[in-house]
Structure formats: C-alpha cells, structure tokens
C-alpha cells in the first residue's frame, strides 16, 4: 500500500515570500491532517479536512496560512507571506479512522 | 499549547536492556498515541490504547493507560540499535469529528551498542 504522498521536500525561501505544499493520502482515506513541527517539538496540528470539507482549523494561522482539499483527495498547504519563525517540517497525514499515517514532510526554511 | 509531557526528554541505554518512557496530559481523551520518530522514516504509529484500556502490547512494546492520573508509559523490551529515534506521545482529546493530535515534546531514546 502507497504511503502519503508530499513535495517538495525541502524548500528554502526568503522571507515575505509565499509557498505551497503538496499532499496527497492514503487512497480512501476521507480525513486529511497538516501538522507543523518546529525543531525540538512535537507536532502541532494546524487544520483538519473530512473529505473536502474543513473539520478543524482553530490553529491555523489565517492571516498567512490556507489549505484546501479539493475533490476531497489531494491538498495543498500555502503560506503568504512567509516569517521567519515559519521555518519547521509540515507534516501530512491522513486516516480512514483513528490511526493517522504520516507522510515524510517538507522541510521550510525561511531566511 | 502542547498537551503531552514526555518524561525523559532524553534517555540512554545499552542495547538489550529496556527502556521506559512516561507521558503525562491535561484534559480528558477518547486515545492516546506512541509513535516514533527518526530522520530516516519520518513519524511511524506504534500504538493506539483507548480511553478504556488499560493495558496493550505489541511485539516488544507495552502501553499502559491511567486515566485517573492522566499518564501513559511506554515500555520497549530488549532494545535494539534500531530502536533509536524519538518517541512522541499524542492524544486525542478533541469531541465531535475533530480528531487532530495533541502531541508532546518527546522523548529522545538512544540505544548504545
């Protein structure tokens, strides 16, 4: 069975600069996850998808951040304008119940 | 806000001995989640225990859940090099359809040959 699928894997942009992420799940699996892991932290969950619809994004910074799932497969994560303290790993990972599947993330720096 | 607390943040041991990792929380959950974490293989689910459970094993891991103190360990038997990594506890805490994680900081296990 494919794993979750992301790109690129690494990116490094300045700042005020935009970027976008790639994910694409476990095929079936209806609920999407993006986490954003800083350097010596855990992962922190940034926005939820069921499908194509959003479950959870109370910790998503609107302001710079937004996703969308359309179709209900494939998602995109993008930041605009990029800070500094933006730099950290953005993880994906989908579930078809309670088990969430990672993918391997994308690496951000931002100078 | 981070609602897990790994205890220790860093653990060495030699290889073939066992290691225990403790994690502490907050708020009431439906799961708590171990899972590792190295360069190599990105983040890797290792167990789920539900908020009913007591105890779960699989292989050489041993979870185990006490609800009324809010806290989980992690037990791995016969550590292997391979073993290295950093473990993360997560749980799910969140009512309704939003199941996002809430994960800790971790916990960095290093298994010496």
């Known amino acids: 069975e494919a794993g979750v699928a992301q790109s690129p894997r690494y990116k490094i942009i300045e700042k005020r600069q935009s970027v976008a992420f790639w994910c694409n799940p476990i095929s079936g699996h209806a609920t999407l996850y993006w986490y954003q892991q800083i350097l010596g932290q855990g992962p922190k969950l940034l926005i939820q998808?069921?499908?194509?619809?959003?479950?959870?994004d109370s910790q998503l910074p609107k302001d710079r951040f937004s996703a969308e799932r359309l179709k209900g497969v494939d998602s995109t994560l993008k930041i605009q304008p990029a800070k500094l303290e933006d730099s950290a790993v953005y993880l994906c990972?989908?579930?078809?119940?309670?088990?969430?599947?990672f993918g391997p993330g994308t690496r951000l720096t931002v100078l | 806000s981070q609602q897990g607390e790994e205890d220790p943040q860093a653990l060495s041991i030699q290889e073939g001995e066992n290691a225990t990792m403790n994690c502490s929380y907050k708020?009431?959950?439906?799961?708590l989640q171990w899972y590792r974490q190295n360069s190599g293989r990105g983040l890797v689910h290792l167990i789920l225990?539900?908020?009913?459970?007591r105890e779960k094993h699989s292989g050489r891991l041993r979870v185990t859940l006490d609800t009324s103190k809010k806290s989980s360990s992690l037990l791995i038997t016969a550590s292997r090099a391979a073993d290295t990594a950093s473990y993360f506890c997560a749980t799910d805490d969140s009512g309704g359809g939003a199941d996002g994680l809430t994960f800790g900081k971790g916990t960095h296990l290093i298994i010496q040959p």
């Open positions: 990972a989908s579930s078809p119940v309670d088990t969430q599947y």
């Open positions: 225990i539900r908020s009913n459970e």
């Open positions: 708020t009431s959950i439906n799961n």
């Open positions: 998808f069921q499908n194509n619809g959003v479950v959870d």
